[in-house]
């Protein structure tokens, strides 16, 4: 079975392979093709496209935002085809990217009030680039000698409902569906279920609310997604009209465990995606 991979992370945001260097892993791995999908960003895609161009591989734009519904906690969506420089896009994530700054800000002040004070510094070295996140605030505890890995950093200070959980602003499912689309790219619900609470029938009602605001598809296999709840989630997706996706969420070093191109996705469902988002640009940027 020919595969894929629609869901990865880069130094652009919290991941540890640079983009080439991702598209590279994924030319050995034989993929036909690697979504490049970084956090709140759109800084690796340029490096990963040429790359793709250099190597023969599809390497399709992408992102993951993450958005917020009251009471059912966070949802995160990916983007798929997005224009690199897409001005509108660029824009709105200048805006979210200051909801991050100021969350971060609001973390490291928490952190020291619980004894743990971080170097700013540092925090951003680790880093490496504009999207910081709790990750490297996690590795840089870790590098204080406050938890004994970033798992464990989660588990005791960063994670929700642990003591330095801090609430970022984040937008509506609806905003990102409605942003991500004018920008040409198509939506995907990622790891459904992960971060949500919630019953299974409650969420299986909001997906049928965000196949209404206009989401594209979902994924249906992820390394977090149990096979049973995989299942319920496909003939649910099938019934909507949502069309399968599915990634590691590959992050390199930053998650040791997540290997790319783990599960296998077939290679057919990105044809489904091309044909979706074919019918969805606007007729001056459709191919004749
Ligand atoms: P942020 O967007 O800055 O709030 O950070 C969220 C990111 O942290 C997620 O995308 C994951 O990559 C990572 N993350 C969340 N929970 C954990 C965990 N328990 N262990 C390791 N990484 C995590
Ligand atoms: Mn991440
Ligand atoms: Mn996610
Ligand atoms: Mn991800």
Redesign the pocket.
Known sequence: MERIDLHA?TTAS?GSLRPAELVQLAARLGLRAVALTD??GLDGLAEGLAEGRRLGLEVVPGI?L?TRRDGLGSLHLLGLWLEPTDAGLRAWLAGQQAT?VE?NQRLLARLAELGMPLDPQQVARQAGGPV????HV?QALVAGGHAAT??DA??RW??RGRPAYVE?VRPSPEEAIEVLHRAGGLTILAHPGLAWRGERARQLGELAALARAGLDGIELRHPELAPDWAADLAAEAARLGLLPSGGSDF?GA??PEIRLGEPPVPAEWLEGLRARRIARLPDHRRPC
């Open positions: 992370h919290d956090h709140d993951e993450s991050r969350r910081i996140g709790r990750p996690a970033v798992a989660f588990a960063l994670s970022r992050h930053a998650k």
